[in-house]
T-cell receptor, first 110, second 114 residues
Framework: DAKTTQPPSMDCAEGRAANLPCNHSTISGNEYVYWYRQIHSQGPQYIIHGLKNNETNEMASLIITEDRKSSTLILPHATLRDTAVYYCIVRATNAGKSTFGDGTTLTVKP | ETGVTQTPRHLVMGMTNKKSLKCEQHLGHNAMYWYKQSAKKPLELMFVYNFKEQTENNSVPSRFSPECPNSSHLFLHLHTLQPEDSALYLC?????????????FGSGTRLTVV
């Protein structure tokens, strides 16, 4: 699995968009980008994933660059409950192992 | 509830005890995973099962023994643990080989070894 690089922490004002970057410059052609988040002491929660097209669901949007070497998770209107550690990982298929890095600690402030 | 249930939520055990962690999912998933999360460390993959067969053992010490009797249940048997094994143990499931959906994680078992 390709390694990902994320900033260790970010702050965001409540109600504003939170844009979380991820670098995955060694991603392979068959690897998807996945995003999860973990609220303190709970299990990680799946947010969204994509291969090369931008994706949107009820939780977030995922923007993947054309060369697929980086991506951005967008929370359009951050709330205090979005404060969590956000993990970006890449993986080819579900049965392959996923390596979680340190993630980005997002703090949403009033 | 996420659809993946882990029991117990909290466990305190002595170094000579034997205990088991249980994970159950009724999502129709065929792959199940054990992860370990120590304080202020990233999640560490321990074991992967795909259609009840173990496909990954990430150099885990033998004092951790997984068991997957069917695609819905996963156990982690613990014996002669060390204090440094204290951590949050997370179970996850996914659709299976070739599928690309995300993992569904349980809430975890907080283990303390005394």
């Amino acid at each position: 699995d390709a390694k990902t690089t994320q900033p260790p922490s970010m702050d965001c004002a409540e109600g504003r968009a939170a844009n979380l970057p991820c670098n995955h410059s060694t991603i392979s052609g068959n690897e998807y980008v996945y995003w999860y988040r973990q609220i303190h002491s709970q299990g990680p929660q799946y947010i969204i994933h994509g291969l090369k097209n931008n994706e949107t669901n009820e939780m977030a949007s995922l923007i993947i660059t054309e060369d697929r070497k980086s991506s951005t998770l967008i929370l359009p209107h951050a709330t205090l409950r979005d404060t969590a550690v956000y993990y970006c990982i890449v993986r080819a298929t579900n049965a392959g192992k996923s390596t979680f890095g340190d993630g980005t600690t997002l703090t949403v402030k009033p | 509830e996420t659809g993946v249930t882990q029991t117990p939520r909290h466990l305190v055990m002595g170094m000579t005890n034997k205990k088991s962690l249980k994970c159950e999912q009724h999502l129709g998933h065929n792959a199940m995973y054990w992860y370990k999360q120590s304080a202020k460390k990233p999640l560490e993959l321990m074991f992967v099962y795909n259609f009840k067969e173990q496909t990954e053992n990430n150099s885990v010490p033998s004092r951790f023994s997984p068991e997957c009797p069917n695609s819905s249940h996963l156990f982690l048997h613990l014996h002669t643990l060390q204090p440094e094994d204290s951590a949050l143990y997370l179970c996850a499931s996914s659709q299976g080989q070739g599928e690309t959906g995300g993992y569904t994680f349980g809430s975890g078992t907080r283990l303390t070894v005394v």
